[in-house]
């Protein structure tokens, strides 16, 4: 019976410790995941891009399983167009991405010709002002809609009027024989200082003067030297759009003025 007690005792010893066992087992499947995580974010790079680039072209092959061809697999696929060979469906396919690279080609080529037409005007008329010292009164600027060409009121107009003076006709002739050549929309924008109209003058605010003033240049380019009306736009801004400040007399002066700006866009 002793014997028996004396077993009894170390089987009760062994269970108790068997939880290391476990624990042990726990902390290695912990490890091996860790690394097993480790390393699948470890991705190189080389090899991911081979991988990317084999399967765009697989799945982008007009030799597809859609077009009757071998497909991934190698295996032939059914054919889910209209009769024809593979041969002709890959003519076929091989026609429509020459169309659409033409096209491509096309609008980009209208592109760069608009760019340079531009970019041509633009030095044309930064040479007029220089050589005629208009540096005051003309002022030329790229900017993201097109090429701005901004003409001050002083250089246009009698102080709350809308007539156009003898003096500003020659810049704006000069202007008219540029705009001919050129495909696409000029817009003609009127604007003002913030001050008040107090002066006589037959328009009721900021707002009638500056549409009045973009009208005037307006009419003279489509009545008097018989641009085509449809290539032009003109709105007026009253003291909406300042480009410099109105609490200062110099800011006034640039504020008031018409802005010529020939548009950045294609033609359909």
Not at 52 to 59: A, I, K, N, P, R
Not at 131 to 153: A, E, H, R, W, Y
Request: charged letters at 20%; a neutral charge; zero cysteines.
């Amino acid at each position: 019976m002793r014997r028996y007690s004396r077993r009894n005792k170390n089987t009760g010893h062994d269970h108790k410790d068997r939880w290391l066992i476990t624990y042990a087992d726990l902390i290695t499947l912990l490890l091996i995941f860790f690394v097993v995580m480790y390393s699948v974010s470890q991705i190189d790079s080389d090899k991911y891009k081979v991988l990317t680039e084999s399967l765009q072209l697989t799945f982008q092959s007009a030799n597809s399983v859609l077009d009757g061809g071998k497909g991934v697999t190698g295996t032939a696929g059914q054919n889910v167009n209209n009769g024809g060979t593979d041969s002709e469906q890959n003519q076929a396919g091989q026609q429509g991405g020459d169309k659409g690279q033409e096209q491509l080609t096309s609008r980009e080529e209208a592109f760069r010709k608009q760019e340079q037409e531009l970019a041509n005007l633009m030095q044309v008329i930064e040479n007029y002002v220089d050589t005629n010292n208009l540096q005051n009164q003309v002022s030329v600027v790229d900017k993201p809609q097109g090429i701005s060409i901004t003409l001050s009121d002083q250089f246009l107009f009698d102080e709350g009027q809308a007539d156009l003076k003898a003096r500003s006709l020659g810049t704006l002739a000069r202007l008219a024989s540029l705009f001919q050549s050129i495909n696409t929309t000029i817009s003609i924008e009127g604007h003002t200082d913030n001050l008040p109209i107090v002066y006589a003058s037959r328009y009721q605010d900021n707002w009638e003067l500056s549409g009045a003033r973009a009208l005037s240049v307006l009419r003279y380019f489509i009545d008097t030297k018989k641009l085509d009306q449809a290539n032009f736009q003109y709105a007026g801004y009253g003291a909406t759009r300042p480009s410099a400040d109105n609490s200062t007399a110099a800011g006034r002066q640039k504020n008031r003025r018409v802005e010529i700006i020939v548009l950045r866009q294609l033609q359909e």
